[in-house]
């Protein structure tokens, strides 16, 4: 087995994720299925660059699920309310699993469930896509200042390299990269990231300024920009399966 790594042992390359999937995915004319897709922003885009492609996108938080219907309008793409540990999908009915993000918003008790469901409706030798956030770099040093996520991303890692090293997937492969995120200004940190509805964050005064103070070290008159350490994982169904 190929071995896995939490993070990367040295510095990686500043990309666009869609240069990453685009290249490992045959994403054209396949079905999809996005778990936790959030604002679905990588949902239109892919469904836009392949519109043969039908997509479902599913979303535990009820609020961005009903403004991800109220801003659908692409015909290859439905949005359904779910999340990873019951996938109301039929068994070997998805060519394409993609998580962006999203595996370490399961809940740490149900990660091994959600990959067993993954595994279920990805039809033999499917794919599944799975980005994640490494606990490393500037941007990572402010949000935990109230969201420390260490403990929940280190438990879906950990997910992952059971399911290869139990052999319910093959790992295809593990890719490093540095994925940019900038900020106008603190208020659009604090709308975007602070506000999200799917994490309910309530910041102390002093959380709130020690937040603040480290944002605006990082602000210039352009805005704040921040390289995100990301690790895909791209694991296979088993053919014989």
Same mark, same amino acid.
């Given at each position: 087995m190929t071995a896995m790594r939490l993070a990367a042992s040295v510095?990686?390359? @500043?990309v666009a994720e869609a240069s990453? $999937?685009?290249?490992?995915?045959?994403?054209?004319?396949a079905r999809i299925l996005e778990l936790g897709c959030g604002r679905a922003e990588f949902t239109r885009a892919i469904a836009a660059h392949y519109p043969d492609a039908r997509i479902v996108a599913t979303e535990v938080d009820t609020i961005q699920h009903r403004l991800n219907c109220d801003n659908g309008?692409?015909?290859?793409?439905?949005?359904v309310e779910a999340g990873a540990q019951a996938i109301p999908a039929d068994d070997a009915s998805v060519d394409i699993v993609l998580m962006f993000k999203s595996l370490h918003h399961v809940p740490v008790d149900l990660l091994d469930?959600?990959?067993a469901e993954i595994r279920r409706v990805?039809?033999?030798?499917?794919?599944?896509?799975?980005? @994640?956030?490494?606990?490393?770099?500037? $941007?990572?040093d402010i949000v935990r200042i109230f969201h420390d996520e260490q403990q929940v991303r280190?438990?879906?890692?950990?997910a992952l390299f059971r399911a290869v090293a139990e052999a319910r997937f093959d790992l295809v492969t593990e890719q490093f990269f540095l994925a940019p995120i900038s900020f106008?200004?603190?208020?659009?940190?604090?709308?975007?990231?602070?506000g999200v509805t799917h994490t309910r964050h309530c910041l102390t005064a002093a959380q709130h300024e020690a937040t603040r103070a480290a944002f605006a070290a990082h602000l210039r008159p352009?805005?704040?920009h921040f390289r995100q350490p990301m690790r895909v994982d791209v694991l296979r169904k088993p053919s014989s399966d």
């Amino acid at each position: 087995m190929t071995a896995m790594r939490l993070a990367a042992s040295v510095d990686q390359r @500043e990309v666009a994720e869609a240069s990453i $999937y685009e290249a490992l995915l045959p994403l054209a004319h396949a079905r999809i299925l996005e778990l936790g897709c959030g604002r679905a922003e990588f949902t239109r885009a892919i469904a836009a660059h392949y519109p043969d492609a039908r997509i479902v996108a599913t979303e535990v938080d009820t609020i961005q699920h009903r403004l991800n219907c109220d801003n659908g309008g692409q015909p290859n793409v439905r949005y359904v309310e779910a999340g990873a540990q019951a996938i109301p999908a039929d068994d070997a009915s998805v060519d394409i699993v993609l998580m962006f993000k999203s595996l370490h918003h399961v809940p740490v008790d149900l990660l091994d469930t959600a990959l067993a469901e993954i595994r279920r409706v990805l039809v033999p030798g499917g794919l599944a896509y799975v980005s @994640e956030p490494v606990f490393a770099g500037a $941007y990572n040093d402010i949000v935990r200042i109230f969201h420390d996520e260490q403990q929940v991303r280190l438990a879906a890692f950990d997910a992952l390299f059971r399911a290869v090293a139990e052999a319910r997937f093959d790992l295809v492969t593990e890719q490093f990269f540095l994925a940019p995120i900038s900020f106008a200004s603190f208020e659009e940190f604090e709308r975007r990231v602070i506000g999200v509805t799917h994490t309910r964050h309530c910041l102390t005064a002093a959380q709130h300024e020690a937040t603040r103070a480290a944002f605006a070290a990082h602000l210039r008159p352009d805005g704040a920009h921040f390289r995100q350490p990301m690790r895909v994982d791209v694991l296979r169904k088993p053919s014989s399966d």
